[in-house]
């Protein structure tokens, strides 16, 4: 479900080595989960990966075996340091609700003891998948995710770790019946609180939209 990617020296070193990101806020990227199109606008001061970063945002991404990621988000001139995925279940099932009976239902289950095992059995597997996928050379620390309410927009979940000190915000969502998530990342020593992580993941979870 979280699906957490986590990025070490080694990658974060990759990246710098690459040079960085280009600015394309404005930009529309478009994406698709379950055969429906769906188009982002690239938040303002934020940019999608290009030229080398491609190459890096894409192995990142793939150490998720249990999340397609449809957008990578970092702050323009950085990489892997405040940065926000689009992402959805790989084995994604169209859910027939309207978003507004769907969140209430997702958070009374992440209230739940069965919740907090799928939370906990989903930040294992992202350890595994990283671990492996890095021969060992990646490891999360991590602390328990917790689930944090849920408004008219998002069930949210709060993950940290020791992973380059990193905190998290899970927003999880339902558009168009398609279920997906908008994680919001910062480094803990940023100052980024986890109410400024809600808000920039709701954020973009709002300007996500059908294609037309």
Do not use: W
Not at 90 to 119: S, V, Y
Not at 126 to 151: C, L, S
């Amino acid at each position: 479900m979280f699906g957490i990617i986590k990025k070490g020296i080694a990658l974060a070193a990759l990246a710098l080595a690459a040079g960085g990101v280009s600015a394309k806020e404005g930009a529309l990227h478009g994406f698709t989960v379950a055969d429906k199109d769906f188009t982002l606008p690239v938040p303002e001061g934020y940019c999608l990966p290009s030229g080398a970063t491609v190459a890096v945002a894409d192995m990142v991404a793939s150490l998720d075996s249990l999340n397609l990621t449809h957008a990578t988000l970092d702050r323009c001139g950085s990489f892997g340091v405040d940065y926000i995925h689009v992402k959805s279940p790989r084995q994604a099932q169209i859910i027939p609700l309207p978003r507004a009976a769907f969140l209430p239902l997702m958070a009374k289950t992440l209230e739940g003891e069965m919740g907090k095992r799928l939370m906990d059995e989903a930040m294992k597997k992202a350890g595994r998948d990283i671990a492996e996928g890095t021969d060992n050379a990646v490891t999360i620390d991590r602390n328990a995710p917790r689930f944090d309410g849920h408004d008219d927009v998002c069930a949210y979940g709060i993950v940290s770790g020791k992973v380059q000190s990193e905190a998290g915000v899970v927003c999880m969502t339902l558009l168009a019946e398609r279920f997906m998530t908008v994680n919001a990342y910062a480094h803990a020593d940023s100052g980024t609180t986890e109410a400024q992580l809600k808000a920039r993941a709701r954020a973009v979870a709002l300007t996500i939209a059908e294609a037309r």
